[in-house]
């Protein structure tokens, strides 16, 4: 059935960077797109970015706009989310969910925690 | 942006009852819509999609209807572990793909 799983998360100061992964089993990662979704704290999800399987189209939410960056590794079956200029409001459990036929999320991570607080 | 509208907030059912949560969409999302079912402290995970395919490892208590704008999740006869956020999401027109707010559905 395949498996996700979320690395890198951590405290971190507004206005730093920080990188988190998501790596892949069970499945044929480079068939398939990748997508982060946010959870902050008590609140719904929110779609954060999306990268095709070949890497070839890449989508962002508005709010994370010019400030993250997603990119993937077919070779070591990883995905990750490069974020920067953090703020308060990115605080959020991030979580790496596969795309089914371009949208529906069959296959989820555990997620990975990201603080941003000084 | 299409927005998704989940009602009620919150659902209180008792054990062997029905429950029926709804969302809406802003505009159509024709059969583009998912549900999925989030437990404390735990990923989400996919329940229905297509309005009204089960997904894998989801027993036939669950159904899912509706088309357009107006969507239904049924769960005929809750079982302790239904108990739960749930969660819609359109997939028509992206990006973004959204989510509504989600329906908590907790015991009576």
């Known amino acids: 059935q395949g498996q996700l799983v979320e690395s890198g998360g951590g405290v971190v100061q507004p206005g730093r960077s920080l990188r988190v992964s998501c790596a892949a089993s069970g499945f044929s990662f480079s068939s398939y797109g990748l997508h982060w979704v946010r959870q902050a704290p008590g609140k719904g999800l929110e779609w954060v970015a999306v990268?095709?399987?070949?890497?070839?189209?890449?989508y962002y939410a508005d709010s994370v706009k010019g400030r993250f960056t997603i990119s993937r590794e077919n070779f070591k079956n990883t995905v990750y989310l490069e974020m920067s200029s953090l703020r308060a409001d990115d605080t959020a459990v991030y979580y790496c969910?596969?795309?089914?036929?371009?949208?529906?999320?069959?296959?989820w991570g555990q997620g990975t925690m990201v603080t941003v607080s000084s | 942006e299409i927005v998704m509208t989940q009602s009620p907030a919150t659902l209180s059912v008792s054990p062997g009852e029905r429950a029926t949560l709804s969302c809406r969409a802003s505009?159509?999302?024709?059969?583009?819509l998912a549900w999925y079912q989030q437990k404390p402290g735990q990923a989400p995970r996919l329940v229905i999609y297509d309005a009204s395919t089960r997904a894998t490892g989801f027993p036939a208590r669950f159904s899912g209807s509706g088309s357009g704008t107006e969507f239904t999740l049924t769960i005929s006869s809750l079982q302790s572990e239904d108990f739960a956020v749930y969660y819609c999401q359109q997939y028509n027109n992206w990006p973004p793909w959204t989510f509504g707010q989600g329906t908590k559905v907790e015991i009576k």
């Open positions: 969910a596969r795309d089914w036929q371009v949208g529906k999320f069959d296959i």
């Open positions: 990268i095709w399987y070949d890497g070839s189209k890449k």
């Open positions: 505009q159509s999302v024709s059969s583009d």
